[in-house]
C-alpha cells in the first residue's frame, strides 16, 4: 500500500549537520500528520518533531533552534534537518506518517530507520 524510505542518516562530528529525508510512496490520498521519532540505545523512542494534522510544528525542547522539519509535497517527502549536533543526539531515527490512501482508509506508517551517531 504505502512505504516509507529514509535515508541521510551517519556520522558526523559535533557541531555539524544532516539532512534526513523520508519519501513515501504508493496509494497515497493525502498525508496528514507527520513527523520524526528517535530511539538512543536503552531508551524508548520520543518525538523530535511533529506536524499535526492542521496544526503547527512541535519540537521536543532539546532540539528547538537546532532542527527544522520540511516537506516537499509534490514529492511525498518529508526533511529533518538536523544542525549543531550533539552527542545526545545520538540514536535510530524513524520518520512518521498519518495517510489517508487513495480509496479513504487512513493509516499510520513509519520508516526503516536511520542512524544517526554523532562522535568525535
Known amino acids: 500500500q504505502v512505504q516509507l524510505v529514509e535515508s541521510g542518516g551517519g556520522l558526523v562530528q559535533p557541531g555539524g549537520s544532516l539532512r534526513l529525508s523520508c519519501a513515501a510512496s504508493g496509494s497515497i490520498g493525502s498525508i496528514n500528520a507527520m513527523g520524526w521519532y528517535r530511539q538512543a540505545p536503552g531508551k524508548g523512542r520520543e518525538v523530535v518533531a511533529l506536524?499535526?494534522?492542521?496544526?503547527?510544528?512541535i519540537y521536543t525542547d532539546s532540539v528547538k533552534g537546532r532542527f527544522a522539519i520540511s516537506r516537499d509535497n509534490a514529492k511525498n517527502t518529508m526533511y529533518l534537518q538536523m544542525n549543531s549536533l550533539k552527542p545526545e543526539d545520538t540514536a535510530v531515527y524513524y520518520c512518521y506518517m498519518n495517510i489517508r490512501l487513495s480509496w479513504g482508509t487512513t493509516n499510520d506508517y513509519w520508516g526503516q530507520g536511520t542512524q544517526v551517531t554523532v562522535s568525535s
Open positions: 506536524v499535526p494534522t492542521g496544526g503547527s510544528t
